[in-house]
């Protein structure tokens, strides 16, 4: 019962800051790579961020120097801190994680960005 919960989401004005949670249960966390993913109508979706077991972070060049993607293994939460926000990142953010032992991607539902004016 693999689940992933984002929450953070809201409207912001340009310039301003956001930082989404993604709370994990029904796996081992610790065990597992987490990443953040955007969709924004109309466009494909993309990789934000990822982190690795490690604590090892990448980032889309989009977003590079104003994202940051952290976890905290015993609160079972990844998030991602975004800040000087521009209208192009709004966006249907989600956090993912694929599991081995299920051979699959599971995804949380999302939770709406939006930067505006």
């Known amino acids: 019962q693999v689940q992933l919960v984002e929450s953070g989401g809201g409207l912001v004005q340009p310039g301003g800051s956001l930082r989404l949670s993604c709370a994990a249960s029904?796996?081992?966390?610790?065990?597992?790579?987490m990443s953040w993913y955007r969709q924004a109508p109309g466009k494909e979706r993309e990789l934000v961020a990822s982190?690795?077991?490690?604590?090892?972070?990448n980032y889309a060049d989009s977003v590079k120097g104003r994202f940051s993607i952290s976890r905290d293994n015993a609160k079972k939460t990844v998030y991602l801190q975004m800040n000087s926000l521009k209208s192009e990142d709004t966006a249907l953010y989600y956090c993912?994680?694929?599991?081995?032992?299920?051979?699959?991607?599971?995804w949380g539902q999302g939770t709406q960005v939006t930067v505006s004016s």
């Open positions: 982190i690795t077991i490690a604590g090892i972070t």
């Open positions: 029904g796996f081992t966390f610790s065990n597992y790579a």
């Open positions: 993912k994680v694929y599991v081995t032992r299920s051979r699959r991607d599971y």
